[in-house]
């Protein structure tokens, strides 16, 4: 659950007071939010200002985030952290501004009493409330009103030096937890008494992870909203934006060799990623803080019998591993040895680029990518390839769409699949569609509304 920027908890906060409050007025204002001290707001109308004012340790660190280190150093351990937080309201009017910003207040008293923990799992209004960096971390950040006298509160006010004294709440936030240090390296092993020394102990993956950008259908129109997903997820044919993973670990370099396993019809295929060959095509590797970047690509070359030759990815179960050579000294002379990472695992997933209507309550669903369903399907027995939920229903598959009725799905093309709402669905209503190719779920994605 670390947290590697105290700014993210604020920004989360900034979601949460605005789409709850929101939506306890029926969407009928815009609330604006705004983080600075109270002396410097500029005023607007409908506006919620939430200043970060003190934070200190909470506790010893215990959490022992960097499993790869032994024995454990203090370093290696996440640091809690507690969070205090002053809130006021602000809003422009001629007349009664005052009492708007109490009843602004008063909704955000109920934010904070109906919402003590903010998670992964909380959204308002369809709006997830943690900031793209803080999900699939575990965080579960507790929210507490303070209370104070009125000499406290009016105090305050004095600290910050002006005469403008406001209704105010104020409250905190635990279980805030700062990210640990990453690891730079690891103590080499020693093969024999002499000179067979590996430097080190080659590289070492302790967590990887991506993104993928969803439209969700709100009331104001769709929005983008991109996602953290951790362990690494890709989506085939999914926008640049989204086309990166991140490795983090010990011993992570650009000059590491990285071997992908991937999905081949009914087998599985390793290759190991030439970047210099792939570069035309997006793929390269670069260093970040505490492990590297790798940029992908839907389709990978790799020599086959020496020929290079082009292999569009598969949606389904994959593995990631590094490799680094080192030398040894035998006989006086440098012997290169390989050193292999860990393996991961990570999944490739289908991208639906769009769903249209073809003819009455029949759709047609269209993948991004290079791969071909009539092939990975075979003549037969698609439902073992298949799968399709539509608003939490789940349609059968079918090996012939000439033969498609109502609730059933079907490939109709290299990428793209055909399927008739049950007769009991409005075809205009908003549905959430999931489908699945070999277990591999696409990104969220809507029709109708």
């Known amino acids: 659950m670390p947290v590697t920027s105290l700014s993210d908890v604020t920004s989360s906060l900034e979601t949460l007071f605005k789409e709850n409050i929101e939506e306890r007025l029926s969407n009928a204002v815009t609330v604006n939010t705004s983080t600075v001290a109270p002396a410097d707001v500029n005023a607007a109308n409908n506006l919620i200002n939430i200043f970060l004012f003190h934070f200190h340790p909470d506790g010893k660190p215990t959490v022992y985030e960097n499993q790869a280190i032994t024995p454990p150093q203090p370093a290696s351990f996440s640091k809690p952290v507690t969070l205090y937080y002053h809130l006021t309201a602000y809003h422009n009017s001629a007349t009664n501004a005052h009492l708007t910003e109490q009843d602004l207040l008063g909704h955000a008293m109920a934010t904070l009493l ?32 303070l209370s104070k006298s009125d000499t406290e509160a009016l105090n305050v006010w004095a600290a910050h030096e002006t005469s403008d004294l406001r209704l105010s709440i104020y409250f905190k936030v635990k279980n805030v937890r700062l990210q640990p240090q990453a690891p730079q390296s ?28 969803a439209t969700l259908p709100m009331d104001s129109g769709p929005v983008a909203r991109q996602f953290r997903r951790h362990p690494a997820e890709l989506y085939l044919g999914a926008p640049v934006t989204d086309r990166q993973i991140t490795l983090l670990g010990s011993s992570l370099d650009q000059f590491a060799a990285v071997d992908l396993t991937v999905p081949v019809g009914a087998d599985s295929e390793v290759i190991r990623i030439d970047f210099d060959a792939n570069a035309a095509g997006g793929w390269a590797i670069a260093p970040t803080t505490g492990g590297i970047t790798i940029e992908w690509d839907a389709d990978l070359e790799r020599p086959v019998s020496g020929v290079p030759t082009v292999l569009p990815l598969e949606p389904g179960s994959a593995q990631i591993k590094l ?8 006989d006086d002379a440098r012997v290169p040895i390989e050193i292999r990472s860990n393996s991961v695992a990570i999944t490739l997933h289908p991208f639906i680029a769009g769903i249209a209507p073809m003819a009455a309550r029949r759709f047609r669903i269209d993948l991004n990518g290079g791969y071909d369903l009539t092939t990975m399907a075979g003549p037969s027995d698609h439902a073992s390839l298949l799968r399709l939920a539509v608003g939490g229903t789940v349609y059968e598959v079918i090996d012939d769409d000439a033969a498609l009725a109502a609730g059933q799905i079907a490939i109709s093309g290299v990428r793209s699949l055909d399927f008739i709402l049950t007769s009991d669905v409005d075809e205009t209503a908003l549905a959430f569609v999931q489908l699945w190719v070999r277990d591999a779920v696409s990104q969220p994605f809507w029709i109708g509304g």
């Open 323 to 330: 490799a680094k050579t080192e030398y040894i000294t035998r």
């Open 114 to 145: 109906d919402h003590t923990e903010v998670n992964d799992d909380l959204t308002v209004g369809g709006v997830p409330v943690l900031e793209t960096a803080l999900l699939d971390e575990d965080n579960a950040f507790e929210l507490e009103v």
């Open 186 to 213: 690891f103590a080499g092993p020693i093969l024999s008494i002499g000179n067979l020394v590996v430097p080190n102990m080659g590289p070492r993956i302790a967590s990887i992870h991506s993104t993928i950008t």
